[in-house]
């Protein structure tokens, strides 16, 4: 069954600091796809990246940036010098086969910069 | 901007008072999500619409149930709200029910049972 583990329930950092999101999960099928929602205090879950199975390059897109590893079935997710407006819950999702294609989502890791 | 909308942001009902959530969208996607979203748990999927085909999780309880008249128009519907079901619920959207279809959220309505 495809499973997705957030283990950082939460996480408090410094303005500025880096900060590593890990995100490691559970699938059957060859062929899947990895996400990256955030969640601000508003509510909205916001769309930051999409990686499929095939494609192991690791992006960066600002201060963000995500290292994906099959080797150990992973998609960590690093926010640079961060900043307030960072935090939020951050969740990661898997789509597979296996789930019809809906996506089961990790439990979200709450992320908070301090001043 | 293309969006998802719902309303009401903030919604209060009576313990078995039914009340209705709606969504909109504007990014004329054919596959229409709810989803229900406890404090500090991950968004649980209740059932989604591929076109005019509805969907529905196995675990659903028949007390939820949907309506998506056109294409823009998804509602939810919930018949006797229990206090359990207090939550935050969200619709999302996407243009196909395929892995590599991104989904798009709205802001969410909060329910409160009194």
């Known amino acids: 069954a495809q499973k997705v583990t957030q283990a950082q329930t939460e996480i408090s950092v410094v303005e500025k600091e880096d900060v590593t999101l890990d995100c490691v999960y559970e699938?059957?099928?060859?062929?899947?796809?990895l996400f990256w929602y955030k969640q601000p205090p508003s509510g909205e879950l916001v769309f930051l990246i999409r990686?499929?199975?095939?494609?192991?390059q690791n992006e960066i897109s600002g201060r963000y940036s995500w290292n994906f590893q099959k080797s150990t079935s992973s998609f960590n997710f690093t926010i640079t010098a961060s900043q307030v407006v960072d935090s939020a819950v951050y969740f990661c999702?898997?789509?597979?086969?296996?789930?019809?294609?809906?996506?089961?989502f990790g439990r979200g890791t709450r992320l908070m910069v301090k001043p | 901007d293309a969006m998802v909308i719902q309303n009401p942001r903030y919604q209060v009902t009576q313990f078995g008072k039914p009340v209705t959530l709606s969504c909109s969208q504007t990014?004329?996607?054919?596959?229409m999500y709810w989803y229900q979203q406890k404090s500090s748990q991950a968004p649980k999927l209740l059932f989604h619409?591929?076109?005019?085909?509805?969907?529905n999780e196995a675990d659903t309880p028949d007390n939820f149930q949907s309506r998506r008249p056109n294409t823009s128009f998804c509602f939810l519907d919930i018949r006797s709200p229990g206090l359990g079901d207090a939550a935050m619920y969200l619709c999302?959207?996407?243009?196909?029910?395929?892995?590599?279809?991104?989904?798009?959220f709205g802001p969410g309505t909060r329910l409160t049972v009194l």
């Open positions: 999302a959207t996407s243009r196909g029910r395929g892995g590599y279809n991104e989904q798009f």
């Open positions: 699938t059957r099928d060859t062929t899947y796809y």
């Open positions: 990686r499929n199975s095939f494609d192991e």
């Open positions: 999702a898997l789509s597979d086969n296996n789930a019809g294609n809906m996506l089961t």
């Open positions: 990014l004329n996607h054919n596959v």
């Open positions: 619409y591929y076109d005019k085909d509805f969907n």
